[in-house]
Nanobody
Framework: QVRLVESGGGLVQAGGSLRLSCAAS????????MGWFRQAPGKEREFVAS????????YYADSVKGRFTVSRDNAKNTVYLQLNSLKPEDTAVYYC??????????????????WGQGTQVTVSS
């Protein structure tokens, strides 16, 4: 099992930026990819971005392409999500997740095995 702890959320005005971090501990050697999801009140959890732990290949939701950037630091077992040009509709709890199944596209919640507790991002208009 991998333990994930997110940080970096907060309140920001529209057009502003935030950087989320997700530190992994435990059985991190089994991780193949890590992802970010978000869930707004009354809505389903949705994919935001993910990154391969080995190759660095990245995936993004269309709604965040060009504004958000996912990156990793293997030495620190940490994945980051840089959020730029934030919009009020980006307001949600952001969750970090880790997966260890091969041969999947890491863009859906069901391929992830471990989840963090979430961090709130609020964008005011």
């Amino acid at each position: 099992q991998v333990r994930l702890v997110e940080s970096g959320g907060g309140l920001v005005q529209a057009g502003g930026s935030l950087r989320l971090s997700c530190a992994a501990s435990g059985r991190t050697l089994r991780m193949l990819f890590m992802g970010w999801f978000r869930q707004a009140p009354g809505k389903e959890r949705e994919f935001v971005a993910s990154i391969s732990w080995t190759t660095g290949t990245t995936y993004y939701a269309d709604s965040v392409k060009g504004r958000f950037t996912v990156s990793r630091d293997n030495a620190k077992n940490t994945v980051y999500l840089q959020l730029n040009s934030l919009k009020p509709e980006d307001t949600a709890v952001y969750y970090c997740a880790a997966g260890r199944v091969r041969g999947v596209v890491p863009m859906t919640p069901h391929v992830y095995d471990d989840w963090g507790q979430g961090t709130q991002v609020t964008v005011s208009s």
